[in-house]
């Protein structure tokens, strides 16, 4: 079993806590994504998985053995764990040629000959490589040039596949068709998949769960759709997808956008999550609806036109909201008074986070 266990694990760079009393479980065979902005400890949790860097406190496993244990004083360097690695450079050797490219690593590892050449093959076959592998890397595109890099990996056949920013440097075609790539290999190859990246979408399109990071601390863990329709705080809320926040207050029992008298109140419940008088609603563009009349008052600044949707800046008091419709949608002309009604929101109080 290649579940993956950290257990109050935490690194310090001098007085800089990278990561702070992490508590995870990447489960058996599935794809987890390492999310947040740079700088959260998403690269360092993956080194420290790797043993690139070794942990201040706690430990981990995968199944049942230790790999890094502060109270055992224990540490398994990185060439005795054998997880396959890709990294966001291609790291391809430009003197030898696809398959000897990846093969090297099972050289180094005193395979058989007989050994070396079935599990290359088997590489390069997974990975559509077996036709050119008698070419140079300078003579195919960065996708295949990730590609080898992932026959590399797996051609050690890995529990663990470790990919750090593995698609960055791909354009946005080539990055869509990865994606699907690395998912149908861990579905056909059953290895755990530990993929960090600073991609928001990437990471939904990929993972069965994601864990979102900030400043070293887990945010939240749990599947794309949770995560999206359940963000636990301002922060993952504003990390995840496109966002708009509207700060609050109420008054007479009802709420109204602060510092916009004009807008009339909020028709619709107060959110749960929304405690004291003064709070922030939370939206996504997708889930505003503009019409003529009634509605939260506002004004259309700017609208712009992106092929199947409409993409409107709304201006309610000091406040701009980011709206989009579908092309066939009623259309409002810049200038022109709407309102504006919440087909759904999140509520979080006022000092919360952002």
């Known amino acids: 079993m290649a579940t993956v266990t950290l257990s109050h694990v935490t690194k310090r760079f001098g007085g800089v806590t990278a990561v702070r009393d992490l508590d995870l479980e990447i489960r058996d065979g599935e794809c987890f994504s390492l999310l947040g902005p740079s700088g959260c400890g998403k690269t360092t949790t993956l080194r420290m998985l790797a043993g690139f860097e070794d942990l201040d406190e706690g430990e981990i496993r995968v199944g049942d053995r230790v790999f890094s244990s502060s109270a055992r004083r224990y540490y398994l360097p990185p060439e005795q764990r054998d997880f396959g690695m890709v990294f966001q450079a291609f790291a391809v050797w430009p003197h030898l040629n696809i398959f000897d490219n990846v093969a090297f690593p099972l050289q180094i590892k005193g395979l058989s000959r007989a050994d070396i050449q079935a599990k ?36 050690i056949n890995p529990q663990v596949m470790l990919l750090d920013e593995p ?10 068709e990865m994606r699907f790539e690395i998912k149908d290999l861990q579905r056909r190859l059953g290895f755990t998949i530990v993929f960090v990246t600073h991609d928001q979408a990437e990471a939904m399109a990929i993972s069965d769960r994601m864990l979102v990071m900030r400043d070293g601390v887990l945010q939240q863990v749990g599947s794309p759709v949770a995560i999206y329709e359940q963000p636990a705080s301002r922060f993952v809320f504003s990390f995840i997808g496109l966002s708009n926040f509207l700060p609050m207050e109420d008054r007479d029992g009802r709420s109204y956008v602060q510092g916009a008298p004009g ?38 600044l700017r609208r712009v036109y992106l092929g199947e949707v409409v993409e409107y800046r709304v201006r309610v008091g000091p406040h701009e909201l980011r709206i989009q419709k579908g092309a066939r949608d009623q259309v409002f002309e810049e200038g022109a ?18």
């Open 120 to 155: 290359t093959r088997r590489a390069l076959a997974d990975t559509g490589l077996l036709k050119v592998q008698s070419a140079f890397p300078g003579e195919l595109s960065g996708g295949e040039k990730q590609r080898i890099a992932l026959a590399r990996a797996i051609a």
């Open 337 to 354: 008074p709407v309102g504006l009604t919440f087909r759904q929101y999140l509520g979080y109080p006022e000092d919360a986070a952002g």
């Open 167 to 176: 698609l960055s440097n791909l354009d946005p075609k080539l990055r869509e």
């Open 263 to 300: 807008a009339g109140p909020l028709e619709a419940p107060r959110p749960e999550g929304a405690a004291g008088p003064t709070w922030t609603l939370a939206t996504r563009p997708t889930h505003i609806d503009l019409q003529a009349g009634g509605g939260l008052r506002g004004t259309v």
